[in-house]
């Protein structure tokens, strides 16, 4: 069975500023894909970046960025210039290939700091 | 997400009283998901869709059960509400073969007093 793991149940940064959340994950799978979700206080969940596994190229979504390291099974969001709005819990997922149901890790709470 | 909507979205019910969660998808997706959302825990699978009449259990299945008679529809049913089951519950759905992430409903806070 998978597990995700995040370690960091709560964290803050200045506006403007850059901060990373980790993520790791434990599978026996070669191929899957990997997510970072967003829930802001209106309990939408909003996807932020997705990664698949067997491109070794980092996804990129404007601010957003992540470090996928496949050997350390880490998959780690990195937001730059952070705004007032990115203020909510970040939720990261894995999904096998063929699978359709996620898995994911208990959530990392964020603060935006004026 | 305007394709899905769940009803109703709060709700206070008592210990040991029936309740029935409704997902109304108009996205046509084969899969729909039940999670529940506790703090600690992320997201946990209840049950899943994989068409109509065809479910399945996920992590977190006892003392719930689901239907599914269309495809737009995906219920979901405490049958004797517990407080362990005090939750946000959200529902997804999947287009199928499309691993791009699930389409989410805006959740039910469900309080058992």
């Known amino acids: 069975a998978q597990t995700v793991t995040q370690s960091q149940p709560e964290m803050s940064v200045q506006e403007a500023e850059t901060v990373t959340l980790s993520c790791t994950y434990d599978?026996?799978?070669?191929?899957?894909?990997l997510f970072w979700y967003k829930q802001p206080p209106s309990r939408q969940m909003i996807l932020v970046i997705r990664?698949?596994?067997?491109?070794?190229q980092n996804a990129t979504e404007n601010r957003f960025s992540v470090n996928f390291q496949k050997a350390a099974k880490s998959f780690s969001l990195k937001i730059s210039d952070s705004q007032l709005g990115d203020t909510a819990m970040y939720f990261c997922?894995?999904?096998?290939?063929?699978?359709?149901?996620?898995?994911f890790g208990p959530g990392t709470r964020l603060s935006v700091l004026p | 997400d305007a394709g899905i909507t769940q009803s109703p979205r709060h709700k206070v019910t008592e210990t040991g009283t029936p309740v029935t969660l409704r997902c109304h998808q108009t996205?046509?997706?084969?899969?729909m998901y039940w999670y529940r959302q506790d703090p600690g825990h992320g997201l946990r699978l209840i049950h899943y869709?994989?068409?109509?009449?065809?479910?399945d259990k996920g992590e977190v299945s006892d003392g719930y059960s689901v239907s599914r008679s269309k495809t737009e529809d995906f219920l979901l049913t405490l049958e004797s509400a517990t407080s362990s089951q005090t939750s946000v519950y959200f529902c997804?759905?999947?287009?199928?073969?499309?691993?791009?992430?699930?389409?989410f409903g805006s959740g039910t806070r469900l309080t058992v007093v």
């Open positions: 997922a894995f999904m096998k290939v063929y699978g359709q149901n996620f898995v």
């Open positions: 599978t026996s799978e070669s191929n899957y894909y």
């Open positions: 990664q698949e596994a067997y491109k070794q």
């Open positions: 996205e046509n997706h084969r899969y």
């Open positions: 869709s994989y068409g109509v009449k065809d479910t």
């Open positions: 997804a759905t999947q287009l199928q073969g499309a691993n791009y992430g699930y389409t």
